[in-house]
């Protein structure tokens, strides 16, 4: 079998709280198939429109022999093909969530306990949006980073690799309103002429005022006509946020798309006090919106009683060459920034990409794998154990598990150890300076040789 060196989940990127992407996320079968013999198409050149053309019987092909893997976690593998990326990282996926943080804002200002919870609810809602984009993200480098910072609401956010094998991500956001903590470790299960995305995490979202700790698990993903037919995305099954502190739950069921489209995206259900009774009803599309009206035991909305839209999704731009929002746009955008040199926008691949050079961005992917390569043989010269992240800390297998929640062994427990919050974001330098240029998230800076210059071929 090939190399394994760069596996990771793509529901980061789709699913950005429990993946992501989930994020973690990201964001068709082709989002995590393929990791090392990578064939990057630029969506706006004439490469892409062939790739298109000769996607069926290429994908038919590449399948052939690989019965083997039925119903197994393919996560990992890195031998199958891809014909499509987007210039963006699984780390940025993940932190898609914050496009909806102002949610959180008015969650923690809102007395109504139950109505508290549907404002976080609205927020969960957000990555949900960017779940269909047919195109690859970057599997981050160990110890690459992706900071991003909203200054008119004080919300500072980091994410980090933290493990290769398995791929983990982690993350940290917050204000002085609340604080978002995300551990992503996504499995999948091949089917043949689809793939399940289970996302597997840790996420837990704590309001400052109340000292209420919630816990979301939510429902699993499936990227149907992988070898034939029009490649989709469905997410279907129980969602469910429990208020650790109070007992409090939302449950929500994705519909499952059934023939002809009928029930897809549809959302309802209700949060319930610690006793089991229903207290607000839930109910929208997880693609568009989601309403909050108090109900009766029953689960039916009270007459006379006022339904507030929790959570509403952006427009998103028209004929956009990879299906970006807007807020990934801002995202990628290197404009007044000056982040650090693991960021994820310098990375010279992702970068090159964005600019339509898919040869050159090839050549750079292949330098940073590696690169990685070369780091893990001198981790190994010296009888490293184990490599130590920069920004959060591995806790022990005896940390608590709230109800619900994935066992240690599944989602090892990550904690922000809040150096980067002393930070103050450097003044920002000009876009060119940052676009692909500097990358350098390694341990062993001085063993490469192509160091500051992994674009050239």
Known sequence: MADQEEGNGWMASAWSIGAAAWN??????????????????????????????????????????????????????????????????????????????????????????????????????????????????????????????????????????????????????????????????????????????????????????????????PPPTKAHNLIVGSIWIDTFGDYTLLNATTGAKAHLFFQPCGWFGAGRYEVSGTIKNAEGVPMIALSGKWNSHMDAVKCDENGDPVEGAETVRVWTCREKPENDPYSFTHFAHELNSCEGVNPMASDSRRRPDRALLELGKSSESAVAKHHLEEMQRAERRKREEEKKETWKPRWFNALDENAEVLPGEFGNEECPQWEFNGEFLALEPKPACKPEEVQGKGFSPWEYPDIHPKLGIESER
């Not at 019965?67 to 014909?83: A, F, H, R």
């Not at 909806?100 to 923690?108: G, I, V, W």
């Open 24 to 217: 973690y996320a990201a964001d068709t079968v082709n989002s995590f198939m393929g990791y090392e013999d990578l064939n990057v198409v630029d969506p706006t050149s004439g490469e892409a429109k062939a790739a298109e053309t000769d996607l069926s019987d290429e994908r038919q092909k590449a399948f052939t022999g690989y019965k083997e893997y039925l119903g197994k976690d393919i996560t990992s593998l890195v031998i199958l093909p891809v014909w499509i990326m987007q210039p963006f990282t699984m780390l940025q996926n993940m932190a898609e969530i914050m496009e909806y943080s102002a949610a959180l804002d008015k969650a923690a200002t809102c007395e109504d306990p139950y109505m508290r919870m549907a404002w976080v609810v609205g927020f969960t809602m957000g990555p949900f949006a960017a779940i269909e984009r047919p195109w690859k993200p970057f599997n981050p480098i160990l110890g690459e980073t992706f900071e991003y910072y909203q200054p008119e609401r004080g919300v500072k956010y980091l994410a980090e690799q933290v493990s290769h094998h398995p791929p983990v991500g982690v993350s940290h956001g917050e204000n002085d309103l609340w604080t978002y903590d995300l551990v992503s470790a996504v499995k999948t299960k091949f089917l043949g002429n689809s793939v399940e995305v289970y996302p597997i995490g840790r996420t837990r979202i704590k309001l400052k005022g109340t000292d209420e700790v919630y816990s979301l698990v």
